[in-house]
């Protein structure tokens, strides 16, 4: 599904982020990618949704490289990709439906439709009914939730989670690792960055240890 190939990020201001990362993800495999703060987590999920791009090395989606999408192909390739950040991003003054919706809406999605997945997505992340509330009417975690129903109300068959669970204490976290593991069990592949290794090994899924942009233990560490 993924493959990332002697991958290096380096940022203009010189920062190497990644460096010779090769590393792959099975279709249908859920993986937690773990390091430290500044271990280059954030980076190898910004280079696999393409808000990133690579300095050197190549990265293969669905066995496609994804050098040669271009801005334009851009969110045609990311409607495969259902997207969860720390900061969900919430239209804070506009109702859970509108929030969920709002990657149908984009492109074009009949309004039966969106309002059928919508109720689906809600459903699966334990917010059924909530669809009118406004996000400031919820809590942190179910917010989190919120955010978390629009990443996958497309079914796109790869979610990527960066630090999903930051800001919300153990129960609530455990709970929301547990979401990506049901949405897992159904096919999809999964790739959530944590540093939290407590609670990743209550989850039990493969992970791929970053140190320094370098795959832990790999030489030069
Ligand atoms: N936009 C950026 N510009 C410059 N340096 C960055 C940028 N984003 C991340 N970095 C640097 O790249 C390294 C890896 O960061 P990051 O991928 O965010 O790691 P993690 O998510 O594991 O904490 C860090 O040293 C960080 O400071
Ligand atoms: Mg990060």
Redesign the pocket.
Known sequence: MIRFDRVAKR?P?G?E?LAELTLEVAKGEMVFLT?H???????ALKLIALIERPSRGQILVEGRSIAGIGRRGIPAYRRNIGMVFQDHKLLHDRPIWDNVALPLVICGTPRREVDRRVRAALDQVGLSGREKSVPIELSTGEQQRVGIARAIVGKPPLVIADEPTGNLDPDLALEIMRLFKRFNDVGVTVVV?SHDLHLIEQIGARRIA?VAGRLAGAAGE
């Open positions: 940022y201001s920062r982020a390091g703060s500044g271990a280059g987590k954030s980076t960055a970053l």
